[in-house]
């Protein structure tokens, strides 16, 4: 299972460069993910150290396994970054919140409507709320509120009417098929699948993705040293929002990037899961 993890890091060198990594610092890798960004941290300087967190176990074990080379210069937490108690300070702090290709794979984590799965989406398998109790028991309306503030999708009344008729659903290629058959065709047929904007919103839904990272940017400027930085590289619209005005209106922070980061065109090539990618990073005054 921890071979199988492979998360290859976005905006790998302009998060390191604006990190300022020093030598003998302390870091925090919010997300650890497999440990991509967390092994270029370990390397950018003498005697780094760091911390990983993670809410999947398997994001975990591989990170840990990836990582066993830097020895106790690295250290894991596994559980929500915004339920995470450090005791010290440290010289920057990262969080890239895009969801790993591994989980994406993994049919039956429920994440991808590409091969038929469990219609679950949790990140951290020890919760109990899952992709299906939303989709089987909650209301009309609140499915069309989700899919609609979650997802931006302008078809959010239509697919909670169809899935409220059809269910309960059991995977996550029938839920697919179910949005897909109540579209436009020139919808079914656009640039991404019909079904795409309703998964992102679901599995923000069943992790609590924007309520988590509010919570966590309240906390995580407090836990920076003097002038250390803080990186949060997002993937779709609501969550940059979110960083961009946070960053701007806390006064413990001052903006590094006043425009935001994306990638090149040669990363775009490379690595397409790069396209949707934004990078934002500040200072602890």
Known sequence: ?????????????????????????????????????????????????????????????????????????????????????????????????????????????????????????????????????IINHYKEAELADIFFKLGEERLSRRIARQIVEKRPFKTTLELANAISGCVPASYRHGRIHPATRTFQALRIAVNRELESLEKWLAIAPDWLK???????????????RIVKHTFREDERLQVITKKVIIATDAENKANPRARSAKLRIAQRL
């Open 1 to 133: 299972m921890t071979a199988q993890f492979h998360h290859v890091p976005v905006l790998a060198e302009p998060t390191i460069a604006g990190l300022e990594i020093v030598a003998d610092g302390t870091y925090l890798d919010c997300t650890v993910g497999g440990g991509g960004h967390s092994a270029l941290i370990l390397r950018a300087a003498e005697n780094v150290k760091l911390i990983g967190i993670d809410r999947d176990e398997m994001a975990i074990a591989a990170a840990t396994e990836n990582l066993k080379d830097y020895g106790d210069r690295v250290s894991f937490w596994r559980g929500n970054f915004c339920e995470y108690k450090p005791d010290l300070k440290f010289d920057g702090i990262l969080a890239d919140l895009g969801v790993s290709s591994t989980q994406f794979d993994v049919a039956e984590r429920g994440f991808s409507f590409r091969e038929a799965g469990d219609l679950d989406m949790r990140m951290d398998n020890r919760q109990t709320l899952t992709a299906a109790e």
């Open 226 to 240: 003097p002038e250390g930085k803080i990186a949060v590289i997002t993937f779709h619209s609501l969550e940059d």
